[in-house]
């Protein structure tokens, strides 16, 4: 016993053997058999149809979305906005499907952004939800589609033209297209947000 | 039992020591003014709008940052190496070489401020350092642990008080920690698997920094302080293991009911529950030393605020065993809930904690008595009273936020819902701040006496922080 309580003892088990273990078998375990069952995905190779007024080519699209995750990141939308929707407290009737592992693993969550607060509601199943243009307005000036909205402004983004009218730069339209992109193979599932959809769970 | 009690020993450098202790009220300041801004964006009320390196999402992360790496890593750095330098009698390796990380240290911290506001943020919770200054920051954890691994090393042949062992500990944790949390989720694992190891990172730097280095400066002071010994010695090694063992296991409790997988949750959530075996022995130690001399909690200041820092830990981990079982997280995971046990932990105890010795070393170290104890009990109420509003405010915020998403009312209602107690939130907060400007007002003050203090006029160190 007195060997463990010696410097030895405290910097081989207490320091590197049970911090080893812990993060051999809650992170690197977990996060390689996720790795393995669900192998990375490539970015979309198509432009959407609701971007072809702004992205010709898959190239540049591409480059939006991980522009636009970049300001997503860089503007800490994540500290505000989560990323999953987990399989309990309605979500799933609230925001559309339940998240699943294979989902995440692209190079626009590497760093993953799965968010653990919710200032604003879940982003993770947002394409098609609004327009670009509510998104365009909503970024520049929430109050003005969300009266009560607590979002920030990102006024920065957007630049008057030549007869005083506010238009987006390719920073705004990046992260537009980039919030689109957010769960778009979940685009067409069933979810509520006007308060007359909602739809109260079986015995309730 | 702990040290030799002799400030005036020549070998220490107590020029490194104050310095810490400066920058800890410089960050103290900026993460107040931080985390004021931002709480006023949920009112609506946010004082520089539009204004692009002012945004709140950036000033939010410049709040978290700053309470992490530049507040509680100077002022319990300080302490490391005051309490390492006494036990062990040895000096750290290199003086020049401290001081040197002290600047380089503080340097990176004011860089990576300048640059998350520049936009230069890495998107990883606690971690948003930016990522070309993570190596930089990786490189002088691992010159810091050589540095006050030294005199530890030196001393391998006597008794460690326990104090010692937390601080060995983390010196070899905080690089690890580091390492794998800056570089393997932003480089390797995306998503899910990010998650998994990113989750250990917003764990660890709380669990293998923040709460080794505040356990080994409170047991370190309490005897000193009181001039008791401490109540056990079994109980201390007992607690020390038990953080070893179960904090490191607990990191995916902060994305229950994720895609992560649900054994490793599961898992997590057990061993969070064992950490109640660290918690209590810290605790059922701390009180029973403060038990043998119930007087000291009103006549010896530094105790007060040990005394509330543990009360505060007690709740904060009771609060977590709850809170962290599957059911519990489905109503408040998400809200302001975890809003709310964050900043009780962080400020309510470890930052007590550092006060706590603040008020003790500093003096010392200046060799002149406090100016005013009428501002120091005041700095004591306004926190303590500010704490306890802003923490029982946002619990009942987070269950009423979690209880109306479950009910499925549109987004909108729920923030409409919470505006009175984000009201309540800031209210508090500047309660906070008035309190920690008498803290600095009264330290600025006790400086400038200390000007026209002679070194020959020794203070009473037993009474030099006086009674109520």
Redesign the interface.
């Known amino acids: 016993m007195k060997m463990i309580?010696?410097?030895?003892g405290?910097?081989l088990?207490?320091?590197?053997l049970?911090?080893s273990?812990?993060?051999l078998?809650?992170?690197?375990i977990?996060?390689?058999?996720?790795?393995r069952l669900h192998p990375?995905q490539g970015l979309p190779t198509v432009v959407p149809h609701e971007m072809k007024e702004w992205y010709s080519t898959v190239d540049v699209y591409q480059k939006a979305l991980l522009r636009g995750r970049d300001l997503?990141?860089?503007?800490?939308?994540?500290?505000?906005h989560?990323q999953?929707v987990?399989?309990?407290?309605?979500?799933s009737?609230?925001y559309g499907p339940v998240?699943?592992?294979g989902?995440?693993?692209?190079?626009l969550?590497?760093?993953?952004?799965?968010?653990?607060?919710?200032?604003?509601?879940d982003l993770s199943r947002e394409a098609g939800r609004h327009s670009n243009d509510w998104h365009l307005a909503h970024l520049y000036q929430p109050?003005w589609v969300?009266p009560?909205?607590?979002m920030?402004?990102?006024?920065?983004y957007f630049e008057r033209d030549a007869s005083g009218v506010i238009q987006p730069k390719d920073d705004a339209k990046a992260l537009v297209a980039y919030l689109q992109s957010l769960g778009k193979d979940f685009e067409d599932a069933q979810y509520?947000?006007?308060?007359e959809d909602?739809?109260?769970p079986p015995g309730e | 039992m702990s040290a030799e009690e002799n400030t005036q020993s020549k070998d220490i450098d107590y020029e490194l020591i104050k310095w810490h202790f400066y920058a800890f009220c410089f960050y103290l300041i900026v993460v107040l003014l931080a985390g004021l801004s931002y709480s006023l964006q949920f009112l609506q009320r946010y004082p520089f709008p539009g204004i692009e390196i002012l945004s709140p999402g950036r000033v939010r992360m410049v709040h978290t940052q700053a309470v992490a790496y530049g507040m509680l890593a100077n002022g319990l750095i300080g302490i490391t190496y005051y309490i390492v330098q006494k036990l062990t009698n040895f000096n750290v390796w290199s003086q020049k070489l401290a001081r040197g990380l002290f600047w380089a240290y503080n340097f990176l911290v004011v860089t990576a401020v300048a640059m998350i506001l520049a936009g230069f943020a890495q998107g990883l919770e606690w971690a948003e350092t930016p990522k070309i200054l993570d190596p930089i920051i990786a490189v002088a954890a691992v010159v810091m642990f050589l540095n006050i691994g030294h005199p530890i090393w030196k001393a391998r042949d006597k008794d460690f008080y326990v104090s010692l062992w937390y601080i060995l500990a983390t010196l070899i944790w905080f690089p690890l920690t580091y390492v794998f949390g800056n570089f393997l989720p932003e480089y390797v694992f995306a998503g899910t698997s990010g998650a998994a190891i990113s989750s250990m990172y917003i764990h660890d730097l709380v669990g293998l920094f923040v709460t080794p280095l505040g356990i080994a400066s409170v047991y370190y002071l309490l005897p000193v302080v009181m001039r008791v010994p401490l109540y056990s010695h079994a109980l201390s090694i007992i607690g020390f293991w038990g953080l070893a063992f179960f904090y490191p296991l607990n990191s995916a409790h902060h994305y229950l009911w994720s895609p992560i997988p649900m054994w490793a949750q599961y898992a997590s959530v057990v061993t969070s529950i064992g950490v109640h075996v660290v918690v209590y022995t810290v605790i059922v130690n701390i009180i029973a030393t403060i038990a043998s001399d119930w007087k000291q909690l009103i006549t010896n200041f530094p105790v007060r605020w040990i005394f509330f820092g543990t009360l505060a830990y007690l709740i904060t981990c009771v609060q977590c065993a709850v809170q962290v079982t599957m059911a519990a997280q489905e109503i408040i995971h998400f809200t302001d809930w975890v809003v709310g046990h964050a900043h009780f932990v962080l400020f309510g105890t470890f930052t007590f904690w550092v006060t706590g010795w603040v008020y003790w070393l500093l003096p010392r170290i200046w060799k002149t008595p406090i100016y005013s104890m009428s501002l120091a009990r005041w700095h004591f109420w306004l926190s303590l009273i500010g704490i306890a509003i802003m923490q029982i405010d946002l619990l009942a915020a987070g269950v009423v936020q979690g209880l109306m998403w479950r009910s499925m009312a549109p987004f909108i209602d729920t923030v409409n819902a919470s505006i009175p107690f984000w009201w309540v939130r800031t209210l508090s907060g500047i309660v906070i701040l008035c309190g920690e400007v008498c803290f600095l007002v009264n330290l600025y003050l006790t400086w400038q006496d200390s000007r026209g203090f002679k070194p020959e006029l020794q203070i009473d160190s037993s009474t030099q922080v006086g009674a109520v």
């Open positions: 309580e010696r410097f030895s405290i910097f088990f207490a320091g590197l049970l911090f273990f812990a993060v078998s809650l992170g690197i977990p996060a390689l058999m996720v790795d990375r997503y990141v860089r503007e800490a939308c994540w500290h505000c989560s999953y987990r399989p309990v407290s309605n979500e009737a609230y998240a699943t592992p989902e995440y693993q692209t190079v969550h590497l760093p993953q952004l799965l968010g653990t607060r919710r200032a604003g509601p109050t969300v009560e909205s607590i920030p402004t990102y006024t920065w509520v947000v006007e308060p909602i739809m109260l």
